[in-house]
T-cell receptor
Framework: GAVVSQHPSWVICKSGTSVKIECRSL??????MFWYRQFPKQSLMLMAT?????????EQGVEKDKFLINHASLTLSTLTVTSAHPEDSSFYIC??????????FGPGTRLLVL | AQKVTQAQTEISVVEKEDVTLDCVYE???????LFWYKQPPSGELVFLIR??????QNEISGRYSWNFQKSTSSFNFTITASQVVDSAVYFC???????????????FGTGTRLTIIP
């Protein structure tokens, strides 16, 4: 299957700081990238959908000013958690979709806000 | 609205036993896709299968098989002769069909944590 990477895989930060997570499709062009959040022992919840070169579409209840998404190229999308707080601690997963049969998921980024 | 229910939160079986993971879905769409993903302890989601709502044939891939019953809105997953490496959380997911092949929004079930006991 196609390969999607995320960086960093782990991040610990102080409350109030901003954290940027990168999602890259390594061997295909991703016209659409999705960002999910997963709390411990829970399901994946879609946060937003981003299409290359346009603004992201956020799901209901997700603060667009807090979770900034940029999809500047067909292989890279970034999620920035601004002014992070402990309740933002979670496992963030991206997926990328081109013209394959499914989205391909990155390995995830574990964020811990102290 | 779409909804996916995985009623089994945790299952434990002894190695080599067969195990079936249940998935029931709700949708108003006439055309949709169903998926199964595996999430091992590392966290990365592994794609297992995608099934179009018009294709009700059961599918077998090695030790894995899937039973799609449109009449009962179920898409169950069976692992035959289970192995310790099958231990993971398994998610069933649903998406509407769209012209953008592969770009559909996914609605996930809550997952079933499968533990294979050696």
């Amino acid at each position: 299957g196609a390969v999607v990477s995320q960086h960093p895989s782990w991040v610990i930060c102080k409350s109030g700081t901003s954290v940027k997570i990168e999602c890259r499709s390594l061997d295909f062009q991703a016209t659409t990238m999705f960002w999910y959040r997963q709390f411990p022992k829970q399901s994946l919840m879609l946060m937003a959908t981003s299409n290359e070169g346009s603004k992201a579409t956020y799901e209901q209840g997700v603060e667009k000013d807090k979770f900034l998404i940029n999809h500047a190229s067909l292989t890279l999308s970034t999620l920035t958690v601004t002014s992070a707080h402990p309740e933002d601690s979670s496992f963030y997963i991206c997926s990328a979709a081109g013209q394959q049969e499914t989205q391909y998921f990155g390995p995830g980024t574990r964020l811990l806000v102290l | 609205a779409q909804k996916v229910t995985q009623a089994q939160t945790e299952i434990s079986v002894v190695e080599k036993e067969d195990v079936t993971l249940d998935c029931v879905y709700e949708t108003r769409d006439t055309t949709y896709y169903l998926f199964w993903y595996k999430q091992p302890p590392s966290g990365e989601l592994v794609f297992l299968i995608r099934r179009n709502s018009f294709d009700e044939q059961n599918e077998i891939s090695g030790r894995y098989s899937w039973n799609f019953q449109k009449s009962t809105s179920s898409f169950n997953f069976t692992i035959t002769a289970s192995q310790v490496v099958d231990s993971a959380v398994y998610f069933c997911a649903l998406s509407e069909a769209s012209e953008d092949f592969g770009n559909e929004k996914l609605t996930f079930g809550t997952g079933t944590r499968l533990t294979i006991i050696p």
